[in-house]
């Protein structure tokens, strides 16, 4: 019997075809561009949250401080009638408004101050800064002259005391307190002060939104960025302006006659019967509260100059709408070297 042959099956192996180079760099370059996309869209939403942030604790803020600006209007202010109108131009109806209004702005001065030189003397540098505070009401009148004495009641408000006393040895010795971020850090001071029935303002911000980004020992509310939210009582170049090209996300107008300041109902300031131009009229402020945004930078002028803070008949400490005697104008300005879309304020409500 013949045996059938024995076949014997070999396994062939297929070899796999590898992945070429160019394919390689095209899977690289697609995991790269979905790895940069997913990290946009991180960044992206890391940033719309730092701006929410941002904007709640602007609005905290804001109506803090607008709820003690607006007490302005009502206050009380005497004037003593044992003093004598001489040498005044003005009825004795008219003085006396101009010496309520010029208090109103000296004690808004005191109970809301935007830098170190409103509450102490000589701060920062020898010489540099008056002490505004020795007497309160040693301001000017329509005809440039000391009015002390005149109005019964201001003299220092003890808010005023106050805001010295929790400052401490950072105001006493002049040491301790530098002018960097000095407005963000009064702004801190002024609502330490605060109370809501028995509980402090403080305690309505998180302790991620309170720092002291200069270690000078004065604290200030941070934005989303970790940076000073910044601080000016009076910002009359943060406005509206379509003449000269500026525009500001603001709700000031500098036209005194459209939005004319609330604390002079009477319209006593010299600036009413000194030209006809709208624009040279007293005009509505609103405190400036403002986060320099995603790239921490302040896109206005603020105080350029030191000297600029002395009381002097040219600047006049208690005097909203002085300049800043620069390029700038006022306070507040944009700087056109600066675009400042990416600012976040109190002043601009689309956001708020």
């Known amino acids: 019997m013949t045996g059938q042959p024995i076949q014997q099956h070999t396994m062939v192996r297929r070899s796999r075809r590898g992945f ?12 790269a561009i979905l790895a940069g996309l997913s990290f946009a869209g991180l960044q992206g939403a890391t940033e719309q949250a730092r701006e929410a942030r941002t904007r709640a604790v602007l609005a905290k803020l804001d ?21 004598q109108q001489s040498g005044m131009s003005t009825t004795p109806q008219t003085f006396i408004a101009q010496v309520r209004l010029y208090t109103l702005r000296e004690q808004m001065r005191l109970e809301l101050p935007d830098r170190i ?23 000017f009148n329509v005809e440039r002259a000391s009015i002390s004495g005149i109005a019964l009641n201001p003299g220092m408000p003890s808010i005023t ?7 401490g040895i950072a105001i006493a010795n002049g040491s301790g307190w530098t002018s960097e971020f000095g407005g963000a850090e009064c702004l801190y001071l002024i609502v330490s002060t605060m109370r809501d029935g028995d509980k402090s303002a403080l305690e309505f911000f998180r302790s991620e939104e309170i720092g002291d980004v200069d270690g000078d020992g ?14 000016i009582r009076w910002a009359p170049g943060y406005v509206n302006n379509p003449d000269n090209g500026r525009f500001a996300p603001t709700l000031q107008v500098n036209n005194g006659v459209l939005s004319p300041d609330p604390f002079d109902p009477l319209r006593v300031d010299p600036r009413w019967g000194l030209n006809t131009n709208p624009f040279y009229k007293p005009y509505a402020l609103r405190p400036l509260i403002m986060s320099g945004g ?16 002395l009381p002097t008949a040219s600047d006049l400490p208690n005097d909203p709408y002085v300049g800043l005697g620069t390029a700038s104008g006022m306070s507040g300005d944009p700087d056109p070297t600066n675009g400042y879309g990416d600012d976040l304020t109190n002043h601009y409500q689309g956001g708020l």
Do not use: H
């Not at 005391?161 to 400052?167: G, I, V, W």
């Not at 921490?296 to 000297?307: D, G």
């Open 20 to 31: 070429t180079l160019t394919e390689l760099l095209v899977v690289i370059a697609i995991i």
């Open 63 to 83: 109506q803090l401080i607008m709820e003690k600006y607006d007490t302005f209007t009502t206050r009380s202010i005497r004037v003593n009638p044992a003093f």
């Open 117 to 139: 030189s409103d509450l102490c003397t000589n701060a920062e540098r020898t010489g540099d800064f008056a002490d505004l505070t020795l007497n309160a009401v040693d301001i």
């Open 161 to 167: 005391r106050t805001y010295k006393r929790k400052a």
């Open 218 to 231: 004065m604290p200030e509310f941070l934005d989303g960025w970790g940076r000073p939210i910044l601080f």
């Open 294 to 309: 995603p790239d921490k930078e302040y896109s206005i002028f603020v105080n350029t100059r030191a000297a600029m803070d």
